[in-house]
């Protein structure tokens, strides 16, 4: 995915984030050499992975297969396992109209996705089976703002603007914007992309980068490259 391309959506997601009221915390917008020369002040940032990161999943197809997301707060993994502490972490992000999240789960993170704006947001369901699969056959359920929903396997669940759902670890999804682009919140437990995505097909969690321009603010997946200590 080029860098130009990167900066594009960056702006365009930050314009239609703002449309809905909402906005990003300071550190969106510093600039990369800010970053840079306030590396020390900013650790908790670069260590949280807080930040942009729009992904193609390493397909080069953005628009069929990709997520704008950017990770507003995230907790510790060692107040996980301590059991108190910053347990939680928060994303705002865009599924564009028809552009697909494609198929995973989680092996530690329950998330609640929640349509704050714009389209329906649909999702394809699975539970897992014995080995951690899809279940091609089991029913599965979820809770859907406290109401509990039993669907078929691979069934579809569509949410309206305000609606969500709630998806503990081992849970099957895949999800996309219908009708318009959709604003999505996610509320979960401490994420850490690096280990935590199960995806059903072979594919990456992070764009391969292609630099054409410099970049306009730094992707979470750019920290380790292009910051030094
Ligand atoms: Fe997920």
Do not use: C
């Amino acid at each position: 995915m080029k860098r130009s391309r990167v900066n594009e959506i960056l702006q365009e997601g930050d314009a239609f984030i703002r449309s809905f009221g909402y906005v990003m915390p300071p550190f969106a917008y510093f600039a990369p050499d800010e970053m840079q020369r306030r590396r020390h002040e900013l650790a908790g940032i670069v260590e949280a992975r807080l930040g942009w990161d729009i992904t193609d999943y390493g397909q080069g197809r953005f628009d069929e297969l990709g997520l704008f997301l950017f990770t507003v707060r995230n907790g510790r993994a060692e107040d996980l396992t301590r059991g108190s502490g910053m347990l939680y972490a928060e994303k705002i992000m865009i599924s564009r109209q028809e552009q697909l999240s494609p198929m995973h789960r989680h092996v530690v993170k329950a998330e609640d996705i929640i349509n704050r704006g714009g389209g329906k947001l649909v999702l394809e369901l699975f539970t897992s089976d014995a080995s951690g699969d899809p279940d091609p056959e089991a029913e599965v359920s979820v809770m859907t703002d406290g109401i509990s929903r039993t669907l078929p396997a691979g069934g579809l669940l569509s949410l309206d603007p305000g609606e969500s759902v709630t998806l503990l670890p081992g849970v099957w999804h895949a999800f996309w914007g219908e009708g318009a682009d959709v604003l999505i919140g996610e509320v979960s437990t401490v994420n850490d992309d690096l280990t935590d995505n199960v995806f059903r097909e072979p594919i990456g969690r992070f764009a391969a980068i292609e630099e054409d321009e410099p970049p306009l603010h730094l992707l979470v997946s750019d920290y380790e490259r292009l910051l030094t200590r």
